[in-house]
């Protein structure tokens, strides 16, 4: 032990955590990092980056499959998941690498090892760093736990990584199993169904709710449902799951569909049922920090009740997206660094994307969101059947949904599905960071051809004036 | 080194100004935030704060001076306790400081009120970046940054946009800051002592706020102009003694329920003076319901006499005094005060002389009846005494022309004058 005190040590590796050691370096303050595992954190290592590796693959495979449309023909196409598998794993390490770099660069110290925050006096804090090589313990003026979360069991499953699949099995496959059936329609299980039918695998999906991506505007979770019954994707929803019994390298999963049961199987089943926080053995009981429904309970700049210590990203609550835990580091440090004129998180304007085929996108409220907060709202809604370039790229379904308070012209919610859709979302998040009003939206020039012209059009169809619908 | 104090732009259309006042002279020690002279525009006076601290070594332009161009240097700050032999004054103005003219659209006119993020085109690109911030720096109590939904919301609320602090970057309003305002507005309202010894401060009722509005909305919509006769009522007084005598303390006819009566009478000789604006079109009344204006408790209230034409002066007294006594203990229904297509309103009692009465929306014309009183009267060269009252009758030019108007005055004072003429 040293006498140096750090003016920050980050707990946690990932997007939140190592984005707040690089922008506390930035702001000329001392910081370590501590990294149980994996630089990156699951985002990078286990979860958005390696799995857009594989829906890259997969939509390959989906595009070489209709190629005949483009004047083409290909004939013996065999899919060598290996290759997929490995392709993944090293976008995966490569991005990994490149944040040491970062950090090193930012003069960041980075312990390999797993943290325990414990008192030491009323302003600084000691962290116990248990690695390999011992017990190493370090003091800090402020503690950023960025711990993260990790997938959910059902009390009655849990994934072995042989039969019962999560995400990690899911997204390292050596074999392509027959059939799969998928626990649950968020964003996890939608992408893996996407990916393993596109390959060639019979899917089956199990929602409990009324709608696949149950946290979507309806009508898009109703393209995307339809999209991949027309696949082949067996979709069950308002189906829950039962039990589920192991045998002779099968799966059996009983499941119940309004109050009906039911019984099938596959060969493998991915658990994609949720996350939750990683609050355990990392100190937290010896401090007045409050807990609530598993996450990390703190105000508005991210400081939990205990002077001192902040909490980030998954760990605190949803949205469990990468991008908020990094919006949150940036603001929780800027606020540690006392600079001024900071804004609070806005939980209504954080976009978030699904990367299945057809990929989702969405900001805002749902129209049945807006209903229930009783918001006088105009919808505006334009199908990429009306874009030429959607049509041009033989990618023309899909749906770019606006919805805007009818009395203050606020952009209330955008809802897409489509091609592209996850990279024009950030158009409507700066509209609605920005405060536009439908007004600046309608005259804004967008430029022709290109698949954001919808984008423009349902903003013109919801006051009426679209031109090519 | 030295630093040049530069014309700022105080609105986003501004590219030129007066120099209306120098605060502060050649030698002065300033600090940042200093009051250092008065601008005027085209539009105000306004003060400009010096934006770093020195001392003002040479003012360049003098107090009166008109036309100074935007970032055009007006002073000279001397930092660091340099000299000003040591420098040298550049006050030419630069070769491209002019403004970039604003491009409006027409179509949203509540981009024209207030200046936006976009007028950081304003400040010339040529200009330095030290200058351009020191402009920034200096003007930025006179500009305003909202989004536009913030805008928008001030708009339809009617917030003053320059009352509220900004909470998004470069304190930019933003749409929260409105909804916190409305709050902290309601609550200073709350918090402001409801009397103290100089003044007392009582809450405006429904009422006073609905008298506020269709007065306000009377004036500013309906073009009145107003018309006076004098009226010798020794006539109309002796009828009334004659009636009143006969009445066994059954009943007292006044002066009023005459004046209803003949106004009803009126309106059936001159029917284009009974009728109300309606935008498309003008609707010509068949009755003649007199609304009569009675004061009440905190206000005023118009009950209304309906089918006057039909009724006697007897009638007409005996409603009137129901209503009136109704309006005193607010016991009046809608039915009674709203409608009416004439009015009348009778200051008499109070000596008044005459006055012009504001019209009652939607009608057409009110008739303000002054005080009935002895004047010395000339008819065939003589000078006489009679008990004479003025009347004025106030129209809405939209439906009541001047010609009607008179017709309907003289008419009135027939009637007035002639009393038995009503029996017809």
Redesign the interface.
């Known amino acids: 032990m040293n006498n140096k005190i750090y003016d920050v040590i980050v707990i946690g590796g990932g997007p939140g955590g190592y984005v707040a050691a690089i922008r506390a370096s930035q702001l000329g303050l001392s910081v370590a990092l501590v990294e149980d595992k994996h630089l990156g954190g699951i985002c990078l290592n286990w979860g958005c980056i390696p799995t857009k590796a594989l829906l890259r693959a997969s939509e390959i495979k989906h595009m070489l499959d209709n190629v005949n449309e483009f004047g083409f023909s290909v004939s013996n196409i065999k899919v060598d998941i290996k290759k997929v598998t490995e392709r993944s794993r090293k976008v995966a390490s490569q991005l990994s690498a490149g944040i040491s770099h970062l950090l090193k660069k930012n003069k960041v110290k980075v312990f390999n090892g797993f943290a325990e925050i414990d008192k030491n006096t009323d302003q600084i804090k000691k962290v116990k760093i248990k690695s390999k090589d011992g017990i190493n313990t370090e003091l800090a003026k402020n503690i950023i736990i960025a711990t993260g979360a990790k997938s959910r069991n059902l009390p009655f499953v849990k994934s072995d990584g042989i039969n019962v699949w999560d995400y990690k099995t899911a997204m390292t496959p050596q074999d392509l199993p027959n059939s799969l059936v998928i626990i649950g329609s968020g964003a996890i299980g939608m992408e893996f169904a996407s990916f393993y039918n596109d390959l060639g695998v019979k899917v089956t999906v199990i929602e409990t709710l009324t709608n696949i991506l149950p946290n979507e505007d309806e009508d898009i979770s109703k393209i995307v449902q339809n999209n991949f019954i027309k696949r082949g994707i067996d979709i069950k929803t308002n189906t829950s799951l039962k039990s589920v019994k192991i045998d002779n390298n099968s799966v059996s999963s009983e499941i119940s569909t309004d109050g009906i049961n039911s019984l099938i199987k596959s060969e493998k089943l991915i658990l994609a049922v949720g996350i939750i926080a990683n609050t355990q053995n990392i100190g937290l009981e010896k401090f007045n920090i409050k807990i609530d429904k598993g996450h990390i309970v703190t105000n508005e700049y991210l400081e939990t009740d205990e002077k001192g210590i902040y909490a980030i990203g998954d760990v605190t609550g949803g949205p469990w997206l990468a991008h908020k835990a990094s919006h949150e580091a940036i603001l929780c440090v800027e606020k540690i660094a006392g600079l001024s004129?900071l804004?609070p998180l806005d939980k209504s304007s954080i976009p978030g994307c699904t990367y299945c085929r057809p990929q989702v996108a969405s900001i805002g409220l749902t129209e049945k969101a807006a209903k229930i907060k009783n918001i006088n709202i105009k919808v505006g809604k334009f199908p990429f059947i009306g874009n030429g370039k959607a049509i041009a790229l033989g990618d023309s379904e899909g749906l770019i949904k606006t919805i805007f308070n009818n009395?203050?012209?606020?952009l209330v919610g955008a809802h897409m599905v489509g091609p592209e859709v996850t990279e024009l979302i950030q158009g409507f998040s700066i509209a609605k960071k920005?405060?536009?009003?439908e007004?600046?939206l309608m005259?804004t020039i967008f430029p022709h051809p290109t698949l954001s012209e919808g984008m423009h059009e349902s903003v013109l169809d919801a006051y009426n004036q679209a031109i090519h619908y | 080194m030295s630093i040049n104090i530069l014309m700022p732009a105080l609105s986003p259309t501004m590219e030129e100004g007066t120099l209306a006042k120098w605060l502060v002279k050649e030698g002065d020690k300033v600090n940042s935030g200093d009051l250092i002279a008065e601008i005027e525009t085209d539009k105000a006076t306004m003060e400009v704060e010096a934006v770093d601290e020195g001392v003002i070594g040479k003012i360049l332009v003098t107090e009166g001076q008109e036309s100074i161009q935007v970032n055009q240097p007006i002073a000279v700050l001397l930092i660091n306790g340099e000299k000003l032999s040591e420098i040298v004054i550049d006050d030419n103005i630069p070769e491209e400081p002019k403004p970039k003219k604003n491009v409006v659209?027409d179509t949203?006119n509540e981009e024209n009120d207030l200046p936006s993020l976009s007028e950081d085109e304003l400040i010339s690109e040529k200009t330095s970046f030290v200058q351009k911030n020191e402009v920034l720096n200096t003007i930025k109590s006179n500009r305003l940054f909202a989004?536009?939904?913030?805008k928008?919301?001030a708009k339809?609320r009617d917030i003053d946009l320059s009352l509220l602090t900004g909470?998004?970057?470069?304190?930019r309003i933003?749409?929260i800051d409105i909804e916190n305002f409305k709050e902290e507005k309601k609550s200073q309202v709350d918090n402001i002592p409801l009397s103290n010894n100089n003044s007392e401060l009582i809450k405006n009722s429904s009422m006073r706020k609905t008298i506020a509005e269709r007065l306000v909305k009377s004036k500013n919509e309906a073009p009145h102009f107003y018309l006076s006769i004098d009226c010798n009522i020794e006539q109309l007084l002796k009828a009334r003694s004659t009636i009143n005598s006969k009445s066994n303390d059954e009943y007292k006819i006044s002066v009023n329920d005459m004046i209803i009566k003949a106004a009803s009478a009126t309106l059936l000789k001159v029917p284009k003076a009974n009728a109300s604006w309606e935008n498309e079109n003008t609707r010509y009344f068949k009755n003649t319901d007199i609304s009569v204006a009675v004061a009440i408790d905190g206000g005023l209230i118009t009950p209304i006499i309906k089918n006057v034409e039909f009724k006697g002066l007897l009638e007409i007294s005996n409603e009137m005094k129901t209503l009136a006594q109704k309006a005193k203990e607010g016991k009046l229904k809608p039915e009674d005060y709203i409608g009416g297509s004439f009015s009348i309103s009778n200051l008499g009692m109070y000596g008044i002389k005459e006055f012009s009465a504001v019209i009652n929306p939607p009608q057409g014309c009110i008739l303000a009846i002054g005080v009935g009183e002895q004047r010395a009267i000339v008819t065939n060269n003589q000078i006489s005494i009679a008990t004479m009252m003025t009347v004025t009758l106030s129209c809405d030019h939209r439906v009541v022309d001047g010609a009607v108007g008179a017709e309907y005055l003289s008419k009135f004072k027939e009637f007035i004058e002639n009393p038995s003429l009503m029996l017809l």
């Not at chain 1, 009395?407 to 606020?410: F, I, Q, R, V, Y």
Request: charged share 20%; hydrophobic share 15%; aromatic share 0%.
């Open positions: 004129n804004t009395d203050t012209g606020e920005l405060e536009t009003t007004h600046e005259h | 659209n949203n989004t536009p939904l913030a928008r919301l339809q909470s998004g970057p470069n304190g933003l749409k």
